[in-house]
């Protein structure tokens, strides 16, 4: 009996998922990843990771600036996409964030687009978290990118019609006490018949973060509402970006 797949593993090899939130903001990761970096001031030889890298446009950003940079995703097709641009200073592997990677070893580890949330249980999403601790130096430094809840649900858009290149995205949200929602219907005259995807993110807030990455031994540094990286307001930033150190043992 073959496994049924998770949403996101089904939603995150579609070509769609790219054409509907990636194709058209390139200059967006670039401006951000400029920002983080003037905000961090990483040295030269800094290791980097960038969990659920997608197909790398934040890991070929910040490799462009110097930096020795690994990606992981668990998108099979996304990870094929990002090897093409492998070199000296880029990495990338298939990798599923809640198992262990690589330990101690970088000094930078990076969380980008609310790649985060997906699972079915909080075990899952603190195995990820220990993942990532595990992964960095004592003093290394963690940046995760998540959507403000708050802002998502005062500003929730129910219903809207995005056409890309002759594709139609028919787009449904809503939200209960615990995750948003969103349902993705896809019509094109290269499909037989539409095709339907859904997300579901869980809400996690501030407080969430901040139990999960002490339990894991990262203290919050900072937080920011949006990638001009304004000061964060609980009801008006649409953004959480929370800047996080791993504690080194006394």
Known sequence: MKATKHWYEEWFN????????????????????DKL???????????????????????????????????IDLSQE????????????????????????????????????????YFNTRREHNNAIRTISESLKPGGVFVIDYFNVHFEEEH??????????????QISRWFDETHIYKKIVIE????????????????????DFTEMLAYQQMQIQEVFGDYDFSHYDVKKSPRMIIVAKKMVRK
């Open 37 to 71: 970096v003037s905000y961090l001031k990483p040295p030269k030889e800094s290791l980097m990771l960038d969990i659920g890298c997608g197909r790398g446009r934040h890991s070929i950003q910040l490799a462009t600036k110097g930096f020795d940079v690994t990606g």
């Open 78 to 117: 996304s990870i094929r996409i990002a090897k093409e641009k492998e070199n000296d200073h880029l990495h990338f592997f298939l990798h599923d964030m809640r198992l262990p990677f690589w330990i101690n070893y970088f000094d930078y580890a990076f969380n980008f687009f609310t790649s985060f949330g």
């Open 188 to 207: 094109s005259h290269q499909l037989k018949e539409p095709l339907t995807y859904m997300e579901k993110v869980v809400k996690f807030s501030y407080g």
């Open 14 to 33: 579609s070509p769609y998922y790219y054409q509907l939130y990636f194709k058209r903001d390139r200059k967006e990761a670039t401006d951000f990843i």
């Open 156 to 169: 929730l858009i129910a219903d809207s019609k995005i056409e890309i290149e002759g594709v139609i995205y």
